[in-house]
T-cell receptor, first 114, second 114 residues
Framework: GAGVSQSPSNKVTEKGKDVELRCDPI?????LYWYRQSLGQGLEFLIY????????KSGLPSDRFSAERTGGSVSTLTIQRTQQEDSAVYLC????????????FGPGTRLTVT | GESVGLHLPTLSVQEGDNSIINCAYS??????FIWYKQESGKGPQFIID?????DKRQGQRVTVLLNKTVKHLSLQIAATQPGDSAVYFC?????????????FGKGTHLIIQP
């Protein structure tokens, strides 16, 4: 079956612009995760959704970052007023189990802020 | 702070030999310890996990060992193949269900020599 898909695969934006990243999880997976992967910080957990609800947003790097999920499926991660330090690969994962141990990752969106 | 880290950034082995990738962790409260594999241009892929009340678990060609006394996790890959070339991450997960997200180590690049 189809895996986790993310779009766009690459995004180049100018500093100060807003960007929206999209994640389509595996059908039926209720849990959805966003991570950021950069050379300096490795893989960082950002936020988790169970259904449409995100119980804890403290992992988001700053208030410029927001995420939502609608219909228990597609999720978007929005970064406002992008900064160069936001450049990274943004990964989305989904999971069917409550424990969230086995997560299925998408290919990521490579964001470059110039 | 609590973190999961790796001893070696690069490991080179001959095709057909066994590989051992090591990881040190500091959060004794983690409920699960997990290994993920990431190939170039792709998202991480789940390999195997071990719960904190176990010390060994075997999968297909892989074995994970957990030593809670010294807070050490290892992944053994038997008869390594060219397709095993990738970056391997250890990760930990708390007992809070999906909301904890995964905490990843920095990764070990496994290179298979022909």
């Amino acid at each position: 079956g189809a895996g986790v898909s993310q779009s766009p695969s690459n995004k180049v934006t100018e500093k100060g612009k807003d960007v929206e990243l999209r994640c389509d999880p595996i059908s039926g997976h209720t849990a959805l995760y966003w991570y950021r992967q950069s050379l300096g910080q490795g893989l960082e957990f950002l936020i988790y959704f169970q259904g449409n609800s995100a119980p804890d947003k403290s992992g988001l790097p700053s208030d410029r970052f927001s995420a939502e999920r609608t219909g228990g499926s597609v999720s978007t991660l929005t970064i406002q007023r992008t900064q160069q330090e936001d450049s990274a690969v943004y990964l989305c994962a989904s999971s069917s189990g409550l424990a969230g141990v086995e997560q299925y990752f998408g290919p990521g969106t490579r964001l470059t802020v110039t | 702070g609590e973190s999961v880290g790796l001893h070696l950034p690069t490991l080179s082995v001959q095709e057909g030999d066994n590989s051992i990738i090591n990881c040190a962790y500091s959060n004794s409260a983690s409920d699960y310890f997990i290994w993920y594999k990431q190939e170039s241009g792709k998202g991480p892929q789940f390999i195997i996990d071990i719960r904190s009340n176990m010390d060994k678990r075997q999968g297909q060609r892989v074995t994970v060992l957990l030593n809670k006394t010294v807070k050490h996790l290892s992944l053994q890959i038997a008869a390594t193949q060219p397709g095993d070339s990738a970056v391997y991450f250890c990760a930990e997960k708390g007992s809070g269900g999906g909301a904890d997200g995964l905490t990843f180590g920095k990764g070990t690049h496994l290179i298979i020599q022909p």
